[in-house]
């Protein structure tokens, strides 16, 4: 039978040195809050339930939990004494059984799936407390993890830590696991007979050690762990996390002329044989199919980039776009919430908002789908094979049929049916002599303004 999981994450944590309104858990790597990265990582571990503790700005933080997993619960901290207290706050999600619980942090947005699988396997062993923690380059302010043989004994902060302690390189990141059946006995046991008056996680293993349960740590990568305070660490934990995840890109066949200029989101989906040049800017919701070519400084959220797409340089794709096999939108050219057929031509200059492009065809520079009247939106429909002129607006509702013409300069206002010729603009006449005239009538006006 399956062991069940409980997910406990504490996100209670004010986080005032990240100087902000809004609550630390909710500020954003990759273009998701905090917490969601270590929401998903429950999920990715088959938690049976999660739970969320939260202090300040709970409402808010209640609804990310929510819209991340609509049965996880939400448990207040009204009294911020330690973090074993905030692990109470939940006590009725403890006090279901569960085989395994997982007390994890919201603002640890790097931590992965392995890790948590390695330790529900060593509590599946036996173990009752096992604590991960990892090899510090410099340990100086982390507390220790002090170990016989592969038993853990103690939890010592730095400041308590005697000389030959403080030696140890093996560190406390934080995160703990317990077996079901004692986790709520462990945390009922810890106590706030310290200088500070609070309740501490890191107590539980001497209690546990003391009943004589079993107690291990467990070692996981440094960068998994780091927990967010400033908006500094919020900086450093967001380039950890592009460089893995251009990493992982590359590795399954994505080419990029200049991985540390790309940026991606979370849920940024991009397939084999894509090259990507330099100074590319993926916002959320965003496939990119097989073939194609992103070229420099394009920004892209919200669309889908059909198969041997070629796009930019400098294209702004908006959300609601979709570019079908073969499509080109080239350089200064903005697309929203269009939809663009294969082999269509969108190649400089140009803005299509609320459209449908047909197949192979062109869209000369400069041409605007005026699809706003200060109220509403509007569509603006365009057939297979047509050629859009120059400098050309397309005022919204209308539609272009297959293979039909608009001449450059033009203002359509009104259906262009297939295979004809649009044509909006006055008619050129041509004044003879008259370029003399204004030459000369500027002529004089700029003596006189000399000569005052």
């Known amino acids: 039978m399956a062991r069940t999981c409980l997910s406990l994450i504490l996100a209670a944590g004010e986080g005032t040195r990240m100087r902000s309104s809004l609550p630390k858990v909710l500020h954003e790597v990759a273009n998701i809050p905090m917490l969601s990265h270590v929401m998903r990582v429950c999920s990715a571990v088959q938690s049976d339930k999660v739970a969320v503790v939260v202090g300040k700005g709970s409402e808010v933080v209640g609804e990310v939990v929510k819209n991340e997993n609509a049965t996880a619960s939400v448990h207040v901290q009204t009294e911020r004494l330690g973090t074993a207290h905030a692990t109470l706050a939940a006590r009725e999600a403890l006090e279901h059984d569960s085989d395994d619980v997982l007390v994890l942090f919201g603002d640890t947005p790097l931590l992965t799936p392995e890790t948590l699988w390695k330790m529900r396997e060593v509590l599946a062993e036996g173990v009752c407390v096992v604590v991960v923690g990892f090899y510090a380059n410099d340990p100086t302010g982390y507390g220790r993890l002090l170990e016989e043989g592969d038993k853990l004994l103690a939890i010592r ?24 059946e004692n986790a709520l006995a462990l945390l009922d046991a810890v106590d706030n007979k310290n200088a500070k008056g609070e309740y501490y996680l890191t107590d539980v293993v001497e209690i546990a050690n003391s009943m004589g349960l079993s107690v291990k740590a467990l070692e996981a ?6 927990g ?15 460089k893995t995840a251009r990493e992982n890109l590359m590795t399954l066949g994505v080419t990029m002329q ?41 920004h892209i959220e919200g669309a889908v980039i059909g198969e041997h797409a070629d796009i930019g340089p400098f294209a702004r794709i908006r959300p609601g776009t979709e570019l079908s096999s073969g499509a080109k939108v080239g350089n ?19 803005y299509v908002g609320d459209a449908e492009i047909g197949s192979k065809t062109n869209i000369g520079a400069g041409t605007i ?8 939106k509007h569509k603006t429909t365009i057939g297979a094979g047509a050629f859009i002129g120059s400098n050309s607006s397309l005022v919204a509702p209308v ?31 041509n004044k003879e002599g008259m370029g003399e005239e204004i030459r000369a009538r500027n002529a ?6 000399s000569a005052k």
Request: charged share 25%; net charge negative; glycine share 10%.
């Open 258 to 298: 200049a991985p540390h200029t790309v940026f991606l989101s979370a849920d940024t989906v991009i397939e084999p044989d894509v090259e990507l040049e330099p100074n590319v800017v993926f916002g959320p919701k965003v496939i990119v199919k097989s073939g194609s070519k992103i070229k420099a400084f394009s």
């Open 157 to 180: 902060e730095h400041a308590e830590a005697t000389e030959e302690e403080r030696k140890v390189e093996f560190c406390n990141g934080g995160i703990m696991g317990f077996s079901g």
């Open 369 to 376: 789908t005026c699809n706003y009247d200060g109220m509403n």
């Open 228 to 242: 967010v305070n400033t908006r500094n660490g919020l900086a450093e934990v967001e380039e950890l996390w592009q």
């Open 332 to 350: 200064f050219v903005e697309v929203k919430n269009a939809l663009v057929h294969e082999g269509a031509k969108i190649n400089h200059l140009t």
């Open 399 to 429: 539609k272009i049929g297959d293979g039909a013409y608009v001449a450059s300069g033009s203002v359509i206002t009104e259906d262009v049916p297939g295979n004809a010729l649009g044509i909006g603009r006055g008619r050129q006449s």
């Open 444 to 449: 004089a006006l700029k003596a006189e303004r």
């Open 221 to 226: 990568p440094e960068a998994e762990l780091i």
